[in-house]
């Protein structure tokens, strides 16, 4: 069953900041958008700049905003695991991710062990770009008061990035997105070696450097 996302211009969410090629699920149709699939180093100003977003209001460590992609998820599962494919991006993510909340180094073996087990049949997940992430956030909450669709598994209120920062001198780490309104923009996902969230793996059907 597809379900195409409404859209509303409702305040919220943000990103805040902190840190291959078998088979593929093929979307029945091509994607409308293409988004970034490789990681890099990215300081705020290149996240505050990014396309097909909303920003409400721009902070250090980020913004609070959401994604302006109208989304056309379909749950499916494959081997036994349930993945949804979001035919606007070309984009398949889990459907949930890891059940606890991992620190980065943890979250990249994290993404070692499932792709060894070959989870939904393939061997090339990895984590998502700043980009990939933001599609994700919406812009109004789920009946579980978080800024994502409700296709998607509850548990995991924010997932890491597989982006950096290296190069703002008085913050570095690698980003991630938090689908929970209220979260601070620097706290807990501020310095990656003793942060922690969880872990929402995708791949993609279609890629661009």
């Known amino acids: 069953m597809f379900k195409m996302k409404k859209y509303l211009l ?30 890099r180093d990215l300081i705020v100003y ?31 599962s494959e081997n036994g695991d349930n993945v949804v494919i979001d035919h606007a991006t070309g984009l398949i993510w889990q459907q949930s991710g890891s059940d606890e909340v991992l620190d980065l180094p943890k979250a990249e073996q994290w993404v070692i ?21 933001i599609s994700l956030l919406e812009p109004g909450r789920n009946t579980s008061n978080l800024y994502i669709d409700p296709v998607f598994d509850t548990k995991q209120t924010g997932i890491w990035t597989g982006d950096k ?35 929402r793996l995708v791949r993609s059907v279609n890629t661009i450097q």
């Open 10 to 39: 409702l305040p919220v969410v943000i990103i805040s900041f902190v840190l291959l090629s078998p088979p593929v699920i093929q979307a029945e149709e091509n994607p409308q958008i293409i988004l970034r699939s490789s990681h």
């Open 46 to 76: 290149q996240i505050q700049i990014i396309s097909n977003i909303f920003i409400v209001n721009k902070h250090n460590y980020g913004f609070y905003g959401h994604s302006t992609i109208i989304n056309s998820y379909e749950n499916k």
């Open 113 to 133: 062990d499932l792709n060894d087990k070959g989870f939904a049949g393939y061997s090339d997940w990895r984590l998502p770009t700043a980009e990939e992430a």
């Open 165 to 199: 920062n290296t190069r703002d001198s008085y913050l570095k780490g690698a980003w991630c997105v938090r689908f929970d309104g209220g979260y601070g923009g620097g706290n807990a996902c501020w310095v990656y070696n003793n942060a922690t969230n969880y872990v």
